[in-house]
Protein backbone atom coordinates (compact mmCIF):
# COMPACT_ATOMS: atom_id res chain seq x y z
CA UNK A 1 0.00 0.00 0.00
CA UNK A 2 1.60 3.58 -1.11
CA UNK A 3 1.47 7.01 0.31
CA UNK A 4 -1.45 7.68 -1.90
CA UNK A 5 -3.83 5.04 -0.62
CA UNK A 6 -2.90 5.61 2.94
CA UNK A 7 -3.98 9.52 1.97
CA UNK A 8 -7.50 8.40 1.37
CA UNK A 9 -7.98 5.70 4.03
CA UNK A 10 -6.41 7.70 6.87
CA UNK A 11 -9.36 10.20 7.20
CA UNK A 12 -12.34 7.43 5.93
CA UNK A 13 -11.43 5.01 8.49
CA UNK A 14 -11.40 8.31 10.99
CA UNK A 15 -15.02 9.94 9.73
CA UNK A 16 -16.62 6.02 9.92
CA UNK A 17 -14.94 6.09 13.42
CA UNK A 18 -16.09 9.45 14.69
CA UNK A 19 -19.67 8.46 13.53
CA UNK A 20 -19.83 5.50 15.64
CA UNK A 21 -17.56 6.59 19.07
CA UNK A 22 -20.24 7.72 21.44
CA UNK A 23 -17.58 9.22 24.21
CA UNK A 24 -16.82 12.52 23.32
CA UNK A 25 -13.23 12.83 24.62
CA UNK A 26 -12.32 10.05 22.35
CA UNK A 27 -14.25 11.08 19.33
CA UNK A 28 -12.77 14.25 19.80
CA UNK A 29 -9.21 12.96 20.15
CA UNK A 30 -9.48 11.01 17.11
CA UNK A 31 -10.22 14.00 14.51
CA UNK A 32 -7.04 15.89 16.05
CA UNK A 33 -4.87 12.67 15.42
CA UNK A 34 -5.97 11.92 12.21
CA UNK A 35 -5.27 15.00 11.13
CA UNK A 36 -2.16 15.14 12.48
CA UNK A 37 -1.47 11.85 10.92
CA UNK A 38 -2.45 12.87 7.67
CA UNK A 39 -0.60 16.12 8.06
CA UNK A 40 2.34 13.55 8.71
CA UNK A 41 1.71 11.88 5.28
CA UNK A 42 1.80 14.66 3.09
CA UNK A 43 5.24 15.56 4.17
CA UNK A 44 6.01 12.33 3.60
CA UNK A 45 4.77 12.53 -0.21
CA UNK A 46 6.47 16.33 -0.53
CA UNK A 47 9.68 14.98 0.65
CA UNK A 48 9.07 11.74 -1.98
CA UNK A 49 7.87 14.25 -4.66
CA UNK A 50 5.82 13.41 -7.60
CA UNK A 51 5.13 9.71 -8.25
CA UNK A 52 2.12 10.47 -11.07
CA UNK A 53 1.91 7.67 -13.94
CA UNK A 54 -0.49 8.36 -17.28
CA UNK A 55 -2.39 5.04 -16.11
CA UNK A 56 -3.31 5.95 -12.62
CA UNK A 57 -6.31 7.18 -11.56
CA UNK A 58 -4.78 8.51 -8.42
CA UNK A 59 -1.30 10.01 -8.13
CA UNK A 60 0.82 12.72 -7.24
CA UNK A 61 2.28 15.46 -9.57
CA UNK A 62 3.85 18.76 -8.79
CA UNK A 63 0.64 20.42 -8.60
CA UNK A 64 -1.21 17.41 -6.30
CA UNK A 65 1.78 18.14 -3.92
CA UNK A 66 1.27 21.56 -3.75
CA UNK A 67 -2.19 21.75 -2.90
CA UNK A 68 -2.28 18.64 -0.86
CA UNK A 69 0.06 20.66 1.45
CA UNK A 70 -2.07 23.66 1.58
CA UNK A 71 -5.59 21.41 2.08
CA UNK A 72 -3.66 19.18 5.03
CA UNK A 73 -1.77 22.30 6.19
CA UNK A 74 -4.91 24.06 7.01
CA UNK A 75 -6.70 21.21 8.05
CA UNK A 76 -4.87 20.24 11.54
CA UNK A 77 -4.90 23.60 12.98
CA UNK A 78 -8.78 23.94 11.71
CA UNK A 79 -9.56 20.39 13.72
CA UNK A 80 -7.55 21.61 16.75
CA UNK A 81 -9.90 25.04 16.90
CA UNK A 82 -13.30 22.57 15.56
CA UNK A 83 -12.03 20.70 19.56
CA UNK A 84 -12.04 24.20 21.13
CA UNK A 85 -15.21 25.49 19.28
CA UNK A 86 -17.12 21.88 20.17
CA UNK A 87 -16.27 22.77 23.75
CA UNK A 88 -18.13 25.91 24.31
CA UNK A 89 -20.95 24.68 22.54
CA UNK A 90 -21.29 21.72 24.76
CA UNK A 91 -24.19 23.26 26.92
CA UNK A 92 -26.29 23.85 23.81
CA UNK A 93 -26.20 21.09 21.84
CA UNK A 94 -26.06 17.54 22.91
CA UNK A 95 -22.70 15.70 22.38
CA UNK A 96 -23.01 12.48 24.32
CA UNK A 97 -24.97 10.09 22.25
CA UNK A 98 -24.18 7.88 19.63
CA UNK A 99 -24.82 9.18 16.36
CA UNK A 100 -25.24 13.44 18.14
CA UNK A 101 -25.01 15.90 16.15
CA UNK A 102 -21.52 16.55 16.96
CA UNK A 103 -20.41 12.82 16.15
CA UNK A 104 -22.02 13.78 12.34
CA UNK A 105 -20.06 17.12 12.37
CA UNK A 106 -16.43 15.13 13.17
CA UNK A 107 -17.20 11.95 11.10
CA UNK A 108 -18.36 14.61 8.02
CA UNK A 109 -15.12 17.20 8.54
CA UNK A 110 -12.65 13.57 8.65
CA UNK A 111 -14.94 12.72 5.45
CA UNK A 112 -14.79 16.42 3.92
CA UNK A 113 -10.95 16.08 4.30
CA UNK A 114 -11.29 12.56 2.47
CA UNK A 115 -12.87 14.04 -0.45
CA UNK A 116 -10.48 17.21 -1.03
CA UNK A 117 -7.88 14.77 -0.70
CA UNK A 118 -9.33 12.48 -3.47
CA UNK A 119 -10.19 15.91 -5.47
CA UNK A 120 -6.12 16.93 -5.46
CA UNK A 121 -4.90 12.56 -5.99
CA UNK A 122 -7.32 12.34 -8.66
CA UNK A 123 -5.56 11.43 -12.08
CA UNK A 124 -9.06 11.26 -14.50
CA UNK A 125 -11.54 13.75 -14.86
CA UNK A 126 -14.55 11.23 -14.19
CA UNK A 127 -12.85 10.65 -10.80
CA UNK A 128 -11.72 14.26 -10.46
CA UNK A 129 -15.89 15.29 -10.91
CA UNK A 130 -17.12 12.83 -8.64
CA UNK A 131 -14.34 13.89 -5.63
CA UNK A 132 -15.94 17.74 -5.84
CA UNK A 133 -19.16 16.25 -5.80
CA UNK A 134 -18.08 14.46 -2.60
CA UNK A 135 -16.68 17.70 -0.87
CA UNK A 136 -20.26 19.28 -1.87
CA UNK A 137 -22.13 16.49 0.11
CA UNK A 138 -19.21 15.93 2.86
CA UNK A 139 -19.28 19.70 3.60
CA UNK A 140 -23.19 20.16 3.79
CA UNK A 141 -23.75 19.11 7.48
CA UNK A 142 -20.83 21.69 8.44
CA UNK A 143 -22.50 24.47 7.64
CA UNK A 144 -25.83 23.73 9.17
CA UNK A 145 -24.38 22.61 12.40
CA UNK A 146 -26.36 24.41 14.59
CA UNK A 147 -29.77 24.03 12.24
CA UNK A 148 -30.89 27.66 12.73
CA UNK A 149 -33.54 28.50 9.54
CA UNK A 150 -29.92 30.96 8.81
CA UNK A 151 -27.92 27.76 8.58
CA UNK A 152 -30.30 25.39 7.16
CA UNK A 153 -31.07 27.72 4.08
CA UNK A 154 -27.33 28.60 3.50
CA UNK A 155 -26.83 25.15 3.24
CA UNK A 156 -29.56 24.26 1.00
CA UNK A 157 -28.42 27.49 -1.10
CA UNK A 158 -25.14 25.60 -1.16
CA UNK A 159 -25.74 22.51 -2.36
CA UNK A 160 -28.17 23.45 -4.82
CA UNK A 161 -26.36 25.77 -6.33
CA UNK A 162 -23.10 23.54 -6.43
CA UNK A 163 -25.12 20.75 -7.73
CA UNK A 164 -26.34 22.51 -10.92
CA UNK A 165 -22.42 23.92 -10.89
CA UNK A 166 -21.33 20.45 -11.17
CA UNK A 167 -23.60 19.32 -13.49
CA UNK A 168 -22.17 21.69 -15.83
CA UNK A 169 -18.81 20.35 -14.89
CA UNK A 170 -20.09 16.86 -16.22
CA UNK A 171 -21.09 18.02 -19.29
CA UNK A 172 -17.59 19.56 -19.80
CA UNK A 173 -16.42 15.75 -19.01
CA UNK A 174 -19.08 14.55 -22.01
CA UNK A 175 -17.50 17.17 -24.28
CA UNK A 176 -14.19 16.08 -23.85
CA UNK A 177 -15.28 12.33 -24.67
CA UNK A 178 -16.80 13.94 -28.03
CA UNK A 179 -13.30 15.93 -28.78
CA UNK A 180 -11.88 12.19 -28.10
CA UNK A 181 -14.32 10.16 -30.22
CA UNK A 182 -13.74 12.29 -33.63
CA UNK A 183 -10.12 10.22 -34.03
CA UNK A 184 -10.49 6.70 -34.63
CA UNK A 185 -6.96 5.95 -32.85
CA UNK A 186 -8.28 7.34 -29.71
CA UNK A 187 -10.58 4.71 -29.17
CA UNK A 188 -10.57 3.42 -25.69
CA UNK A 189 -8.22 5.74 -24.81
CA UNK A 190 -8.12 6.76 -20.55
CA UNK A 191 -9.97 10.10 -19.96
CA UNK A 192 -6.84 10.46 -17.58
CA UNK A 193 -5.52 14.02 -17.42
CA UNK A 194 -1.62 12.81 -18.21
CA UNK A 195 -3.43 10.99 -21.43
CA UNK A 196 -5.51 13.87 -22.58
CA UNK A 197 -2.42 16.01 -22.44
CA UNK A 198 -0.11 13.61 -24.25
CA UNK A 199 -2.90 12.76 -27.36
CA UNK A 200 -4.38 16.57 -27.00
CA UNK A 201 -2.71 16.59 -30.86
CA UNK A 202 -5.56 14.08 -32.04
CA UNK A 203 -8.40 16.24 -29.66
CA UNK A 204 -10.70 17.78 -31.98
CA UNK A 205 -9.99 21.92 -30.46
CA UNK A 206 -13.66 22.61 -30.74
CA UNK A 207 -14.83 20.39 -28.40
CA UNK A 208 -12.31 21.24 -25.84
CA UNK A 209 -12.85 25.01 -25.99
CA UNK A 210 -16.60 23.97 -25.24
CA UNK A 211 -15.28 21.50 -22.09
CA UNK A 212 -13.50 24.19 -20.89
CA UNK A 213 -16.47 26.69 -20.94
CA UNK A 214 -18.33 24.03 -18.93
CA UNK A 215 -15.20 23.76 -16.58
CA UNK A 216 -14.74 27.12 -15.78
CA UNK A 217 -18.57 27.46 -15.05
CA UNK A 218 -18.61 24.25 -13.50
CA UNK A 219 -15.78 24.03 -10.79
CA UNK A 220 -15.95 28.14 -11.36
CA UNK A 221 -19.40 27.99 -8.98
CA UNK A 222 -17.46 25.78 -6.63
CA UNK A 223 -14.61 27.80 -6.42
CA UNK A 224 -16.58 31.37 -6.10
CA UNK A 225 -16.31 32.99 -8.85
CA UNK A 226 -18.54 35.55 -9.97
CA UNK A 227 -21.23 35.39 -10.66
CA UNK A 228 -21.54 31.93 -9.51
CA UNK A 229 -20.53 32.79 -6.15
CA UNK A 230 -23.75 33.38 -4.78
CA UNK A 231 -23.67 30.17 -2.43
CA UNK A 232 -20.44 31.14 -0.70
CA UNK A 233 -20.93 34.74 1.24
CA UNK A 234 -24.32 32.58 3.11
CA UNK A 235 -22.43 29.43 3.83
CA UNK A 236 -19.15 31.20 5.27
CA UNK A 237 -20.62 33.40 7.02
CA UNK A 238 -23.63 30.35 8.58
CA UNK A 239 -20.43 27.75 9.01
CA UNK A 240 -18.61 27.44 12.56
CA UNK A 241 -15.87 29.65 12.11
CA UNK A 242 -13.07 26.19 11.61
CA UNK A 243 -15.54 24.94 9.21
CA UNK A 244 -15.47 28.52 6.99
CA UNK A 245 -11.50 28.64 7.40
CA UNK A 246 -11.75 24.72 5.18
CA UNK A 247 -14.28 26.13 2.94
CA UNK A 248 -12.24 29.66 2.35
CA UNK A 249 -8.97 28.50 1.95
CA UNK A 250 -9.23 24.57 1.08
CA UNK A 251 -11.94 23.56 -0.73
CA UNK A 252 -12.34 26.69 -3.04
CA UNK A 253 -8.66 25.49 -4.40
CA UNK A 254 -9.53 22.00 -5.26
CA UNK A 255 -12.21 23.67 -7.51
CA UNK A 256 -9.48 25.78 -8.76
CA UNK A 257 -7.39 22.95 -9.54
CA UNK A 258 -9.83 21.07 -11.83
CA UNK A 259 -10.21 24.70 -13.86
CA UNK A 260 -6.51 24.78 -14.15
CA UNK A 261 -5.96 20.72 -15.62
CA UNK A 262 -8.79 22.17 -17.76
CA UNK A 263 -7.04 25.19 -19.10
CA UNK A 264 -3.58 23.22 -19.35
CA UNK A 265 -5.43 21.19 -21.78
CA UNK A 266 -6.70 23.97 -23.71
CA UNK A 267 -2.96 25.10 -24.32
CA UNK A 268 -1.96 21.89 -25.43
CA UNK A 269 -4.83 21.62 -28.39
CA UNK A 270 -3.32 25.36 -29.20
CA UNK A 271 -6.28 27.62 -28.03
CA UNK A 272 -4.88 29.16 -24.86
CA UNK A 273 -6.23 32.51 -26.11
CA UNK A 274 -9.82 31.44 -25.66
CA UNK A 275 -8.55 30.27 -22.28
CA UNK A 276 -7.05 33.57 -21.03
CA UNK A 277 -9.58 35.90 -22.72
CA UNK A 278 -12.61 33.75 -20.22
CA UNK A 279 -10.23 33.53 -17.30
CA UNK A 280 -9.51 37.40 -16.97
CA UNK A 281 -12.81 37.96 -17.65
CA UNK A 282 -14.24 35.98 -14.67
CA UNK A 283 -11.46 37.29 -12.13
CA UNK A 284 -11.66 40.83 -12.55
CA UNK A 285 -15.09 40.52 -12.66
CA UNK A 286 -15.13 38.64 -9.30
CA UNK A 287 -12.38 41.10 -7.94
CA UNK A 288 -14.73 44.33 -8.72
CA UNK A 289 -18.23 43.01 -7.53
CA UNK A 290 -16.37 41.74 -4.36
CA UNK A 291 -15.08 45.12 -3.80
CA UNK A 292 -18.22 46.65 -4.25
CA UNK A 293 -19.89 44.28 -1.77
CA UNK A 294 -17.23 44.49 1.20
CA UNK A 295 -17.38 48.08 0.89
CA UNK A 296 -21.74 47.75 2.17
CA UNK A 297 -21.14 44.72 4.44
CA UNK A 298 -22.63 44.74 7.64
CA UNK A 299 -21.24 41.19 9.09
CA UNK A 300 -17.33 40.70 9.36
CA UNK A 301 -17.90 37.03 8.32
CA UNK A 302 -19.71 38.16 5.82
CA UNK A 303 -17.33 40.77 4.50
CA UNK A 304 -14.56 37.69 4.90
CA UNK A 305 -16.60 35.40 2.65
CA UNK A 306 -16.47 38.39 -0.59
CA UNK A 307 -13.07 38.89 0.64
CA UNK A 308 -12.54 34.90 -0.70
CA UNK A 309 -14.23 35.59 -4.11
CA UNK A 310 -12.02 38.33 -4.55
CA UNK A 311 -8.83 35.96 -4.25
CA UNK A 312 -10.29 34.00 -6.43
CA UNK A 313 -10.76 35.92 -9.27
CA UNK A 314 -7.27 36.90 -8.76
CA UNK A 315 -5.99 33.26 -8.94
CA UNK A 316 -7.78 32.82 -12.02
CA UNK A 317 -6.35 36.53 -13.39
CA UNK A 318 -2.56 35.02 -12.39
CA UNK A 319 -4.25 31.69 -14.72
CA UNK A 320 -4.97 33.88 -17.35
CA UNK A 321 -1.57 35.95 -17.58
CA UNK A 322 0.71 33.39 -17.38
CA UNK A 323 1.88 34.85 -13.71
CA UNK A 324 2.29 30.49 -12.70
CA UNK A 325 4.34 31.11 -10.08
CA UNK A 326 2.61 34.19 -8.45
CA UNK A 327 -0.62 32.04 -9.11
CA UNK A 328 0.62 29.48 -6.84
CA UNK A 329 2.70 31.42 -4.54
CA UNK A 330 -0.71 33.08 -3.87
CA UNK A 331 -3.26 30.35 -3.57
CA UNK A 332 -0.49 29.24 -0.31
CA UNK A 333 -0.89 33.01 0.73
CA UNK A 334 -4.40 33.31 0.59
CA UNK A 335 -5.36 29.92 2.39
CA UNK A 336 -2.49 31.50 5.50
CA UNK A 337 -4.01 34.71 5.93
CA UNK A 338 -7.63 33.86 5.28
CA UNK A 339 -7.47 30.91 7.72
CA UNK A 340 -6.18 32.75 10.54
CA UNK A 341 -8.86 35.63 10.10
CA UNK A 342 -11.58 33.19 10.38
CA UNK A 343 -10.24 31.52 13.27
CA UNK A 344 -9.50 34.76 14.68
CA UNK A 345 -13.58 35.72 13.55
CA UNK A 346 -14.55 32.89 15.95
CA UNK A 347 -12.90 33.87 18.88
CA UNK A 348 -14.51 37.09 18.65
CA UNK A 349 -18.16 35.63 18.29
CA UNK A 350 -17.74 33.55 20.92
CA UNK A 351 -17.01 37.33 22.67
CA UNK A 352 -19.45 39.30 21.51
CA UNK A 353 -22.05 37.22 20.43
CA UNK A 354 -22.98 38.78 17.35
CA UNK A 355 -21.95 38.98 13.80
CA UNK A 356 -22.71 42.85 13.17
CA UNK A 357 -19.54 44.76 12.63
CA UNK A 358 -21.17 47.59 14.43
CA UNK A 359 -21.93 45.79 17.68
CA UNK A 360 -18.07 44.75 18.09
CA UNK A 361 -15.70 47.17 19.28
CA UNK A 362 -12.85 47.51 21.57
CA UNK A 363 -11.32 43.94 20.65
CA UNK A 364 -8.13 45.43 21.57
CA UNK A 365 -9.75 46.12 25.14
CA UNK A 366 -11.33 42.94 25.59
CA UNK A 367 -8.58 40.60 24.16
CA UNK A 368 -5.79 42.42 23.36
CA UNK A 369 -4.23 39.87 21.42
CA UNK A 370 -6.91 38.65 18.97
CA UNK A 371 -7.68 42.50 18.60
CA UNK A 372 -4.05 42.38 17.45
CA UNK A 373 -4.03 39.41 15.10
CA UNK A 374 -7.61 40.86 13.84
CA UNK A 375 -5.61 43.96 12.58
CA UNK A 376 -2.49 42.22 11.32
CA UNK A 377 -4.68 39.37 9.52
CA UNK A 378 -6.58 42.97 7.40
CA UNK A 379 -2.62 44.15 6.95
CA UNK A 380 -2.22 40.37 5.51
CA UNK A 381 -5.19 39.35 3.24
CA UNK A 382 -5.24 43.12 1.43
CA UNK A 383 -1.52 42.55 0.39
CA UNK A 384 0.12 44.82 2.81
CA UNK A 385 4.04 44.30 2.88
CA UNK A 386 5.56 42.38 4.29
CA UNK A 387 2.91 39.91 4.53
CA UNK A 388 3.40 37.21 1.99
CA UNK A 389 0.14 38.38 -0.51
CA UNK A 390 1.62 41.18 -1.21
CA UNK A 391 4.59 39.73 -3.04
CA UNK A 392 2.26 37.37 -5.30
CA UNK A 393 -0.18 39.89 -5.95
CA UNK A 394 2.74 42.13 -6.94
CA UNK A 395 4.24 39.12 -9.34
CA UNK A 396 0.72 38.65 -10.88
CA UNK A 397 0.86 41.98 -11.38
CA UNK A 398 3.84 41.93 -13.15
CA UNK A 399 2.91 39.42 -15.37
CA UNK A 400 -0.21 41.36 -16.43
CA UNK A 401 2.48 44.19 -17.02
CA UNK A 402 4.65 41.94 -18.88
CA UNK A 403 1.83 40.54 -21.76
CA UNK A 404 1.08 44.26 -22.41
CA UNK A 405 -2.36 43.89 -20.56
CA UNK A 406 -2.41 47.52 -19.41
CA UNK A 407 -6.40 47.82 -19.20
CA UNK A 408 -6.63 44.53 -16.81
CA UNK A 409 -3.64 45.60 -14.68
CA UNK A 410 -5.49 49.15 -14.11
CA UNK A 411 -8.87 47.09 -12.99
CA UNK A 412 -7.31 44.64 -11.24
CA UNK A 413 -5.70 47.72 -9.02
CA UNK A 414 -8.77 49.48 -9.04
CA UNK A 415 -10.26 46.23 -7.17
CA UNK A 416 -7.53 46.04 -4.86
CA UNK A 417 -8.22 49.73 -4.01
CA UNK A 418 -12.24 49.33 -3.29
CA UNK A 419 -11.45 46.01 -1.37
CA UNK A 420 -8.60 47.96 0.96
CA UNK A 421 -10.84 51.20 1.27
CA UNK A 422 -13.55 48.99 2.39
CA UNK A 423 -11.73 46.77 4.91
CA UNK A 424 -10.06 49.42 6.07
CA UNK A 425 -13.00 50.95 6.93
CA UNK A 426 -14.41 48.25 8.70
CA UNK A 427 -11.62 45.74 10.43
CA UNK A 428 -10.03 48.26 12.45
CA UNK A 429 -13.21 50.21 14.11
CA UNK A 430 -13.62 46.83 15.48
CA UNK A 431 -10.52 46.66 17.20
CA UNK A 432 -10.48 50.18 18.49
CA UNK A 433 -13.02 51.87 20.64
CA UNK A 434 -14.93 51.10 23.48
CA UNK A 435 -16.70 47.81 24.62
CA UNK A 436 -19.81 47.47 24.82
CA UNK A 437 -21.19 48.57 28.29
CA UNK A 438 -22.57 44.35 28.28
CA UNK A 439 -20.77 41.98 27.20
CA UNK A 440 -22.46 38.06 27.02
CA UNK A 441 -21.14 35.96 29.43
CA UNK A 442 -18.35 34.04 27.54
CA UNK A 443 -16.13 31.17 28.35
CA UNK A 444 -12.63 31.70 29.47
CA UNK A 445 -9.68 32.61 26.87
CA UNK A 446 -7.40 29.72 25.81
CA UNK A 447 -4.25 29.95 24.56
CA UNK A 448 -5.42 27.92 21.84
CA UNK A 449 -7.65 30.70 20.75
CA UNK A 450 -4.71 32.81 19.80
CA UNK A 451 -2.09 30.45 18.99
CA UNK A 452 -3.56 28.78 15.85
CA UNK A 453 -4.10 31.98 14.27
CA UNK A 454 -0.65 33.51 15.05
CA UNK A 455 0.63 30.34 13.84
CA UNK A 456 -0.90 31.08 10.49
CA UNK A 457 -0.03 34.62 10.32
CA UNK A 458 3.21 33.92 11.69
CA UNK A 459 3.57 32.12 8.29
CA UNK A 460 2.21 34.02 6.15
CA UNK A 461 4.57 37.00 7.99
CA UNK A 462 7.79 34.31 6.84
CA UNK A 463 7.31 33.64 3.20
CA UNK A 464 6.85 37.22 2.70
CA UNK A 465 10.35 37.58 3.93
CA UNK A 466 11.61 34.47 2.64
CA UNK A 467 10.39 31.31 0.79
CA UNK A 468 12.73 28.50 2.13
CA UNK A 469 13.93 26.38 -0.19
CA UNK A 470 11.51 22.95 -0.27
CA UNK A 471 8.60 25.48 -0.34
CA UNK A 472 10.32 27.65 -3.02
CA UNK A 473 10.64 24.35 -5.22
CA UNK A 474 7.53 22.99 -4.68
CA UNK A 475 5.97 26.51 -5.74
CA UNK A 476 7.75 26.32 -8.81
CA UNK A 477 7.38 22.97 -9.79
CA UNK A 478 3.25 22.99 -10.14
CA UNK A 479 4.09 26.84 -11.58
CA UNK A 480 6.13 24.50 -14.49
CA UNK A 481 3.60 21.93 -14.52
CA UNK A 482 1.14 24.82 -15.59
CA UNK A 483 3.44 25.82 -18.00
CA UNK A 484 4.55 23.20 -19.84
CA UNK A 485 0.77 22.07 -20.04
Not at 11 to 36: D, I, W
Not at 39 to 61: E, M, Q, R, W, Y
Not at 267 to 281: D, P, S
Request: hydrophobic share 55%.
Amino acid sequence: MNSEHLLLIEPLLGGLLCGFLPKVRLRRMVLVLFALGHFALTLVCVAKGSDAHPGNLIGLDALSLLFLLIVSGLFLPASIATVRYLSQQEEKVSSRTLFSRESIFTGSLLLFLFAMTLAILSRHIGLFWMAVEGTTLASAPLICYHRSPQTLEAAWKYLLICSVGIAMALVGNIALMVAAAFDPALEGLSLGFTNLLQHAGQLQPVWVKISFVFFLVGYGTKMGLVPMHTWLPDAHSEAPSPVSALLSGALLNCAFLGIIRGNMLLGAVGQERFGQELLLFFGLSSMLVAGMFIIRQTGYKRMLAYSSVEHMGILAVALACGASFGGMYHALNHSLAKGALFLTAGVILSRYRTKNIDEVTGILKTRPIIGTLWILGFLAICGVPPFSVFGSEFMIMTGLATSGNWVALGLMLLALGLVFVGMAALMPRMAYGTPPATLPEAAPAKPVDWILPALLLGMSLLLGLWIPEPIHHLIQSAALQIGNG
